[in-house]
Structure formats: C-alpha cells, structure tokens
C-alpha cells in the first residue's frame, strides 16, 4: 500500500493561494490520487481526484508530476472557511485507499 | 507507534448475513469514528465514540447496524441483516480527546453484499 506524506500543518491569510503537497513514492500503477477536506465533526468530504497531470474544478487544482510520486492540491484564494485538516489518500476503488496523517490549514484574516 | 488498524480487510458476504467489523485505535486516542464510503467518493459519517460512549450516532443509517466500544478500546461495527446497499468501504479513524480535528484513519474494511 502506498504511503503518504503531507505536512502536519500550514498556515496562510485569506485572499492567498495555498499549496499542499503530498507524498506517494510507492503509488502503484493503478492509484488514484484523492483529496478530502474534513472540518471538525464531520466526515471528510471529497474535493479532488487525478491520475497524472493536472485536474481542475470549481473548488481546487490537483498537479501531479510525471513520476506520480508527490501531488499538489491548489486551493486558490482561500477563505476562513477554508480552515480544515486535508488529507491526500492513494489508492484505487478495488483496494484500500490509505489516508495520510492530514494537514492542518489555518487561514487567518 | 501502531495506526489504527482494522479487520478484515474485505469481507463478501449475502444478504440477510451478519458481518462484524473491528478497529483497533491508536493507543490512548480517546475518540473513535466510523464512517462509510459507499458508491462514488463521497465519505459518510456514522459515529463517534468518547470512549465507551456514543457521542453523535446520527449518521448511522438504520439499527440493522449496531457499534459497540465495551471498555474503551477497540470498536466493533455490527451489520445484521446486511443488505446489497451496506456494501462499501468501512473507515475507522481515532483522535486524542484534545485533538479531535487531526484524525488518523485506518485502511478500512470492504464490505461486500451479494
């Protein structure tokens, strides 16, 4: 199972661009690579997922470089509400998908 | 230090079964969740336990499934009668009783209905 790695915490100020990086040296052919955001009581809810290159959607961008080795979830301009544990998760549908430790996010104003 | 650990990995079982999942959490981690991962990405909560009691089981989904966490330690997740949409991924996470917004997470258990 592959293994992740993402920093304990960040920090960062509203109206910035936050980068969070993750990594899998051992992701397997056939992960995927997942992002979730979890705020405190609640479960985790998904935001982002790719295989290689770049994914975009309405709430993030997801860059994974050709070794598939790291990822980096981009979450553009955040806010307050942004302030949440993300955590990256490899793996595909058919095996267990293996969260790592997560990574605090604090916005400040 | 030992994560969380959870078991079986993957279960198949029929309809009208029984399956019991266990999560062992980390050592001294007071807080114990359950949740599910059903057909898409999407992750349900199901409970949380303070040690031996049940903090918050609104998102249980119906008492054919019933969580147990006798003497504060390891959980089990009970599923009887299971039915076809019970199928998913079981995911068990545990937090220190001061941290409760880091959680660490289990690999989870596939559950299978047939």
């Known amino acids: 199972l592959a293994k992740t790695t993402q920093p304990i915490s960040m920090d960062s100020y509203e109206g910035q661009e936050v980068n969070i990086t993750c990594s899998h040296n051992n992701i397997a052919t056939n992960d995927y690579i997942t992002w979730y955001q979890q705020f405190p009581s609640q479960g985790p809810r998904f935001i982002i997922q790719g295989y290689k290159t770049k994914v975009t959607n309405e709430v993030a961008s997801l860059f994974i470089p050709a070794d598939r080795k790291s990822s980096t979830l981009s979450l553009p301009r955040v806010s307050l509400s942004d302030t949440a544990v993300y955590y990256c998760l490899v793996g595909d549908n058919n095996n267990d998908m293996r969260f790592g430790a997560g990574t605090r996010l604090t916005v400040k104003p | 230090e030992a994560g969380v650990t959870q078991f079986p990995s993957h279960s198949v079982i029929e309809k009208g079964q029984t399956v019991t999942l266990r999560c062992d959490p980390i050592?001294?981690?007071?807080?114990l969740y359950w949740y599910r991962r059903v057909m898409g990405k999407e992750i349900k909560f199901l409970l949380h336990?303070?040690?031996?009691?049940?903090?918050?089981e609104s998102g249980m989904p119906n008492n054919r499934f019933l969580a147990e966490r006798t003497g504060g330690t390891y959980s089990t997740l009970k599923v009887q009668p299971a039915e076809l949409e019970d199928s998913g991924v079981y995911f068990c996470a545990s937090s220190q009783v001061e941290r409760t917004d880091t959680q660490y997470f289990g690999p989870g258990t596939r559950l299978t209905v047939l």
């Open positions: 336990f303070v040690k031996e009691s049940k903090q918050d």
């Open positions: 050592s001294g981690h007071d807080n």
